[in-house]
């Protein structure tokens, strides 16, 4: 499957782990066309589609909201191109589904890949995401407690750094 996802609950880094994907300079030697799309539930078909069309450098000035005309400028966009799509936050498959994963399979070059971002292993499993998805968990208590000790030992650190050079250097 050429679709990954990351799973977890709300609020737990699925974001922050693909934004550091996305941002990594292996990717960026990689894929000539990156696309970060925000979807969110109540996604606008047309949006979705413009902002695709935007990200991949296509011709965003293209007139109407048709569908299929958004479509087929956005796959104009990606033909050929070894791309990397990422969909953060999405609740359901219908964003890839009905609206992206046509342009997408269709245009994108050999190796090119769909990030997404999900709370529901369901809709990774409708993206056909390949298995096992990697799931964004809470860190256990010893875990958390370690990190803890260690940011607050780095802060201290940093203080105490500063407090000694103002009293060395008045």
């Known amino acids: 499957s050429i679709v990954l996802a990351i799973v977890g609950i709300g609020g737990i880094g699925k974001t922050t782990l693909a934004q550091k994907i996305f941002n ?3 990717i960026n030697r990689v894929f000539t066309k990156k696309i970060w799309l925000s979807v969110n539930k109540d996604f606008s078909v047309a ?11 296509g011709d965003h000035h293209a007139a109407g909201n048709a ?19 990422v969909m953060d ?14 342009p997408f399979v269709n245009a994108a070059g050999h190796g090119s890949r769909v990030l997404v971002t999900t709370r529901h292993d ?11 998805y990697h799931h964004v968990d ?14 607050v030992c780095m802060v201290l650190s ?7 050079a103002f009293l060395l250097l008045g």
């Not at 936050?89 to 046509?102: E, G, H, I, P, R």
């Not at 940093?158 to 000694?164: D, E, K």
């Open 47 to 57: 949006e979705i589609l413009k902002r695709a069309i935007i990200e991949s450098g």
């Open 158 to 164: 940093f203080l105490m750094f500063f407090l000694f």
């Open 24 to 26: 990594d300079d292996t």
């Open 138 to 151: 809470k860190l256990d208590p010893k875990d958390a407690w370690s990190l803890l000790k260690k940011q």
């Open 122 to 132: 369901l809709v990774a499993r409708a993206m056909k995401a390949r298995e096992p």
């Open 89 to 102: 936050d999405v609740w359901n498959d219908q964003a890839w589904s009905d609206v992206l994963k046509t």
């Open 67 to 85: 569908k299929a005309t958004l479509q087929r400028i956005l796959q104009n966009a990606l033909d050929g191109h070894k791309t990397i799509l």
